[in-house]
Nanobody, 118 residues
Framework: QVQLVESGGGLVQTGGSLRLSCAASGSIFSGNAMGWYRQAPGKQRELVATITRGGITNSADSVKGRFTISRDNAKNTVYLQMNSLKPEDTAVYYC????????????WGQGTQVTVSS
């Protein structure tokens, strides 16, 4: 079984910063990608940023220049440093872990609330 445990969400004012962490445990294939998605009330879940084990990143245009994704492979942990937060960043943030062998394997964290007040 694979488990993802997120931490670091909370309430912050506009312009503030937060750092999310997600630690994965269990039977994890080394050639995986980890990432963050978010879902605001009444909206679909959307990509925030992803990172491969080799460090290749991808992020949504809306967060470029403000959010930075990184990972510690030894700890199977992914981080999301969020700076210059805006009220529209308010959402539940979900950690994602995936890899593909003969089929796609995908796992989600329980979600952590990020609220940015104006």
């Amino acid at each position: 079984q694979v488990q993802l445990v997120e931490s670091g969400g909370g309430l912050v004012q506009t312009g503030g910063s937060l750092r999310l962490s997600c630690a994965a445990s269990g039977s994890i294939f080394s050639g995986n990608a980890m990432g963050w998605y978010r879902q605001a009330p009444g909206k679909q879940r959307e990509l925030v940023a992803t990172i491969t084990r080799g460090g290749i990143t991808n992020s949504a245009d809306s967060v470029k220049g403000r959010f930075t994704i990184s990972r510690d492979n030894a700890k199977n942990t992914v981080y999301l440093q969020m700076n210059s937060l805006k009220p529209e960043d308010t959402a539940v943030y979900y950690c994602n872990l995936r890899w593909r062998l003969s089929k796609e394997y995908e796992y989600w964290g329980q979600g952590t609330q990020v609220t940015v007040s104006s």
